[in-house]
Every structure is written in structure tokens, then in C-alpha cells.
Nanobody
Framework: QVQLVESGGGLVQPGGSLRLACAAS????????MDWYRQAPGKQRELVAG??????TNYSDSVKGRFTISRDNAWKVYLQMNSLKFDDTAVYYC?????????WGQGTQVTVSS
């Protein structure tokens, strides 16, 4: 089992920045990738960014160039979000994957508002 806990959400003005963190605990040695997803009201959950155990990253087109995902050796994963837009408002979820299983955090709210 793996437990994921997100932090760092909040209220920010357009153009501002936030840094989300996802702390993994439990059987983290078997994780092979971690992703950030988000879900806005009335919309489907969408993949925002991901990082593999080898450090390879990927981003959705909507955040490329503005968001950066990183991790440390203990699978604490960060999402640096810059130049935030109204459309970035959502609950952000951390997702961790093992072979045949995946885990979700409880989510953290990001609200971009003036």
C-alpha cells in the first residue's frame, strides 16, 4: 500500500505562482511513476504532468511551459505552477503507480481568482 498526501493549494491571483507537493509513504520503492491530475467543476479529471522513476517528465499542452514537475529520491513530488490562469482552477490530485495498482491522494484545491 502507498499513501499520498497533497499540500500547497490555495487562492492565487492570475499570473501568480503556487507550488504543490505530494508526499508518498508506505511501499514507495515499487512506484514507477507519479502524476498530477486535476478536476474542475463539471469537467472530467485530466492529466496535468507526470514523472517516472527515471526522471522522465511529460506535460499536458495546457500547462507546458508554465508548470514543472519534479521529485526527490523519496518520491516526494512537486508541481511548480507559474503564470496561473483562471482555467487552472481545480482540485489537484496526486496519483502513484505500481505494476497493476494505482493510488490517489485526497486532492488539494487551487483557485485562481482576482
Amino acid at each position: 500500500q502507498v499513501q499520498l498526501v497533497e499540500s500547497g493549494g490555495g487562492l492565487v491571483q492570475p499570473g501568480g505562482s503556487l507550488r504543490l507537493a505530494c508526499a508518498a509513504s508506505g511501499r514507495i520503492f515499487s512506484l514507477y511513476r507519479m502524476d498530477w491530475y486535476r478536476q474542475a467543476p463539471g469537467k472530467q479529471r485530466e492529466l496535468v504532468a507526470g514523472i517516472t522513476s527515471g526522471g522522465r517528465t511529460n506535460y499536458s499542452d495546457s500547462v507546458k511551459g508554465r508548470f514543472t514537475i519534479s521529485r526527490d529520491n523519496a518520491w516526494k513530488v512537486y508541481l511548480q505552477m507559474n503564470s496561473l490562469k483562471f482555467d487552472d482552477t481545480a482540485v489537484y490530485y496526486c496519483n502513484g503507480r505500481q505494476v497493476g495498482r494505482q493510488y490517489w491522494g485526497q486532492g488539494t484545491q487551487v483557485t485562481v481568482s482576482s
